[in-house]
């Protein structure tokens, strides 16, 4: 069993920055990877990103490349997502999500069994 909580979440003005983290525990805790995924209001909810459990291999929505960066400290159990350059579109509720499977990066929800309870962060024009 995986638990994961999201916190860093917040109202920025457009062009700034938010670095969202999602605490993880648990067994296999430093075992999972890890993806991020958003829901903007109205909107279906979407992948953002991922990261494999060392580290070392990352998956990027192509509109993320470039603005958003994740990556991960094991040693504190914390898998971050920074943004920057943030638009009002970006606005959402950010969900991680961890997949225990070992394998390839996945951009489909069906692949996380463990999902956190969401941030909110709003970027104001």
């Known amino acids: 069993q995986v638990q994961l909580v999201e916190s860093g979440g917040g109202l920025v003005q457009s062009g700034g920055s938010l670095r969202l983290s999602c605490t993880i525990s648990?067994?296999?805790?430093?075992?999972?990877?890890v993806g991020w995924f958003r829901q903007g209001p109205g909107k279906e909810r979407e992948f953002v990103c991922a990261v494999n459990w060392s580290g070392g291999d990352k998956l990027y929505a192509d509109s993320m490349k470039g603005r958003f960066t994740v990556f991960r400290d094991n040693a504190k159990n914390t898998v971050y997502l920074q943004m920057n350059s943030l638009k009002p579109e970006d606005t959402a509720v950010y969900y991680c999500?961890?997949?225990?499977?070992?394998?390839?990066?996945?951009?489909?929800?069906?692949?996380?069994?463990?999902w956190g309870q969401g941030t909110q962060v709003t970027v104001s024009s």
């Open positions: 999500a961890a997949d225990p499977a070992v394998g390839f990066l996945s951009e489909r929800e069906r692949k996380y069994d463990y």
């Open positions: 648990g067994r296999a805790a430093s075992n999972v990877a």
